[in-house]
C-alpha cells in the first residue's frame, strides 16, 4: 500500500465513514423495542467513550496525522486508538439496528478502512515524531485490547474543554445519525 494512498484515506476518513453510514442506512429495517434499546445504550457508550478520549489527546482534528505531544494517559493508558475504538463502538450500535449484514459489513469494512489503513498510517508518523517513546508505548498498551495499566494513567489528563472544542461534531454527528437510521426503522412494518 503506497503511502499517497494511506494520506488519501486519513484525509477522506470523514468522508468515508459517512459513506459507511450510508451503506448501514441502506440495510435498516424494522427492528423490535428491544434492539433499539441495545443499539441506543451501545451507540450512548461509543460516545461517551469517544467523548473521554477527545477529552485526553487535545489536539486531533484535521486532514493530516498530527501530534504535539503522545497521548497517554485516560483511554490512551488502555487502548492505542480509543476514539477510534468509539467510532466502531458508535457503528456497531447503528448496524445492530441494519440486523446481522449490517453487522458484518460494517465491521468488514471498518477493520479494511481503519486497522489496515488509517492506524498503521497514524502509528508511521507517531513512530517518526516519537521514536523510542511511542515504541515503549507500543510495548505497555495494545491497539484495542487493554493489559492493565495503573490507575493513574487512566484517571489523568482529561480537559473536558476538548470536547466543546473538537468532539462536538462527532456528538451532533451522532445524534443525527442515530435519529435518521431509528427513523427509517420506524418507516417498515
Known amino acids: 500500500m503506497t503511502e499517497k494512498f494511506s494520506e488519501w484515506v486519513f484525509r477522506m476518513r470523514g468522508g468515508l465513514w459517512t459513506l459507511l453510514f450510508i451503506a448501514i442506512l441502506f440495510m435498516v429495517r424494522k427492528s423490535t423495542p428491544q434492539t433499539i434499546l441495545c443499539s441506543l445504550i451501545i451507540i450512548l457508550a461509543g ?6 478520549a477527545a477529552g485526553s489527546i487535545g489536539l486531533y482534528r484535521g486532514e493530516n496525522v498530527k501530534a504535539n505531544k ?3 494517559a485516560g ?3 488502555l487502548m492505542r486508538n480509543p476514539l477510534y475504538f468509539g467510532n466502531y463502538v458508535i457503528g456497531l450500535g447503528w448496524s445492530i439496528i441494519a440486523g446481522v449484514w449490517g ?9 479494511l478502512l481503519y486497522v489496515c489503513v488509517i492506524i498503521p498510517h497514524e502509528e ?4 517518526e515524531k516519537f521514536g523510542s517513546e ?3 508505548y507500543c510495548a505497555r ?3 484495542f485490547f487493554p493489559l492493565s495499566p495503573k490507575l493513574s494513567d487512566i484517571f489523568s489528563g482529561f480537559d473536558p474543554s476538548i470536547i466543546m472544542r473538537s468532539e462536538i461534531h462527532t456528538i451532533i454527528s451522532t445524534l443525527v445519525g442515530t435519529c435518521i437510521i431509528l427513523g ?3 418507516c417498515y412494518t
Request: glycine share 0%; net charge positive.
Open 134 to 136: 511511542y515504541t515503549d
Open 103 to 111: 453487522v458484518i459489513v460494517f465491521t468488514a469494512c471498518f477493520f
Open 184 to 186: 427509517v426503522s420506524m
Open 141 to 143: 498498551v495494545k491497539r
Open 124 to 127: 508511521s508518523f507517531l513512530r
Open 70 to 72: 503522545l497521548a497517554v
Open 75 to 77: 483511554p490512551y493508558a
Open 47 to 52: 460516545q461517551i467513550w469517544r467523548c473521554w
